[in-house]
């Protein structure tokens, strides 16, 4: 077999997909596009070197010799801008077109811009790429007047950023009353806000922002809050969310919504075309909805289960299993653990308990099943409640026995395998 993959994104799904299709047809040719300049790295530790803990090669994971080596095209700086799905064609910013027999999108997305004033002016960061990171660590280094904008997985980064760098003068910034108001009640995001305070962070709640204020160059020197609040700033980071990149398809028939739609083994309606990671909005067996992902562990098995869809597709010897994956989302800036996984911002239903100043936990159910939750403090029992998970079991009503601080699978009246 000859046949020819295109493959935009060179994060972990996309890099990933190139990885499978390599192993299983050593004769393909495989072209990967992406329009950051640097090949695959670890998007998870570029936190760790914008704190200043880690130094920037461990970051890689890749570099182009990886590439070479696997006589697979990678081509750097290059945007996709279009595909042409009659003539299986994708046209990149330079307007060359690039044929492809399967095309798989892999693009995630790119941070939002507060809605305010003046949310692009000089000294206001936003964080996905190392090159972001690069200049969050040094901004950081230099602020004396810190603002962070955005209460959910990557604002929590920037804060522990922040307090790494002994800014003197942090203020994180967030809409409701708490952090990741989505997925934790107040007790345990109290946690979480003690472990910011510890840091220097100051937190102000029921906000949000108003305008940025630039000086005559163009650079930001104050925050207006939501209540008329203003805060001197040299700095800022946001972090309020993703735009996700689906302007390529737009000229196709796949479904797009905010993502990409794509069925249990990661195709779309078009035929031909394939998408993974972030980006997707895929329909998840367990829990019989679409639902969206935004981990490191799940794009990376989206990209390599793609990667198999493409090839049975092209008459390989391949099986492309559904995907059935429980994702987690760790953070490790404080003495204590902290683990979401699954669906932990779903659920209709919600059972919590704190065990200790540290330690709490918090499961979400919808339609009488385990979806997700959030670990606080002790992260022993995840792959017990992973199973629950994948078991698809009815166990909202058991929620007695699912809190006990240490419980074992034998103890739920439930069949779940171990
Ligand atoms: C600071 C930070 C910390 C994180 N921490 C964790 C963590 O602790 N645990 C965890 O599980 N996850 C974490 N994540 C999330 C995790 O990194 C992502 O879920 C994962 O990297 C998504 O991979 P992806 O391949 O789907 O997309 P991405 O990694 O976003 O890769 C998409 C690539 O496609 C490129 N691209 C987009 N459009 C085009 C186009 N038209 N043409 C060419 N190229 C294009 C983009 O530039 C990008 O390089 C973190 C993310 C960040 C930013």
Redesign the pocket.
Same mark, same amino acid.
């Given at each position: 077999m000859s046949e020819s993959y295109v493959i935009?994104?060179?994060?972990?799904? *996309?890099s990933s997909a190139a990885e499978t299709l390599r192993e299983e047809n050593p004769e393909a040719d495989i072209t990967v596009?992406?329009?950051?300049g640097e090949p695959l790295y670890n998007?998870?530790l570029?936190?760790e070197f914008a704190k200043g803990t880690m130094p920037e090669d461990p970051v890689f994971i890749h570099d182009e010799e990886w590439y070479e080596e696997r006589d697979i095209d990678l081509r750097l700086n290059?945007?996709?801008?279009n595909v042409r799905a009659d003539d299986h064609e994708v046209v990149t910013h330079e307007d060359e077109v690039i044929p492809y027999d399967g095309l798989l999108v892999?693009? *995630?997305?790119t941070p939002i811009q507060a809605p305010a004033p003046n949310s692009d002016a000089n000294g206001i960061d936003h964080?996905?790429?190392f090159q972001d990171a690069r200049d969050i660590r040094e901004n950081a280094e230099e602020a004396d007047n810190a603002v962070i904008v955005g209460a959910g997985?990557?604002g929590i980064?920037l804060a522990a950023i922040v307090g790494k760098h002994d800014v003197e003068n942090a203020h994180y910034i967030m809409r409701g009353n708490r952090w990741w108001r989505y997925a934790l009640s107040i007790e345990g995001a109290e946690i979480m806000h003690q472990a910011m305070r510890d840091l220097g962070v100051n937190l102000v709640f029921e906000s949000g922002i108003d305008e940025f204020r630039v000086d005559d160059d163009g650079y930001i020197k104050e925050t207006v809050d939501a209540n008329g609040e203003v805060y001197p700033t040299d700095w800022a980071s946001v972090a309020i969310g993703l735009n996700f990149?689906i302007e390529?398809l737009q000229n196709t028939d796949v479904t797009l919504d905010w993502g990409i739609h794509v069925d249990e083994t990661m195709r779309t309606e078009e035929e031909d075309i394939y998408a993974?990671?972030?980006?997707t909005q895929f329909h998840d067996q367990v829990i019989g909805d679409t639902a969206q992902n +935004?981990?490191?562990?799940s794009?990376q098995e989206q +990209?390599k289960l793609a990667a198999k869809s493409m090839l049975e597709d092209q008459g390989g010897d391949v099986t492309a299993e559904p995907f059935r994956w429980v994702s987690?989302?760790?953070i490790t800036h404080f003495d204590f653990p902290f683990i979401s996984f699954g669906h932990a911002t779903r659920g209709t239903d919600h059972a919590e308990r704190k065990y200790g100043e540290q330690e709490w936990r918090r499961l979400a159910f919808d339609d009488g099943q385990l979806v997700g939750g959030v670990l606080i403090g002790d992260m022993s029992l995840q792959s017990q409640f992973n199973k629950i998970i994948l078991s698809e079991a009815q166990v909202a009503d058991q929620k007695d026995v699912l809190l006990q601080q240490d419980f074992d699978l034998d103890e739920l009246d439930a069949d779940i395998e171990e």
């Open positions: 935009v994104g060179d994060g972990v799904a *996309g596009i992406t329009d950051e998007r998870i570029i936190k290059t945007l996709v801008t892999a693009t *995630g997305g964080f996905w790429t997985l990557l980064d990149n390529l993974a990671g972030d980006v +935004g981990s490191w562990g794009a +990209g987690s989302y760790s």
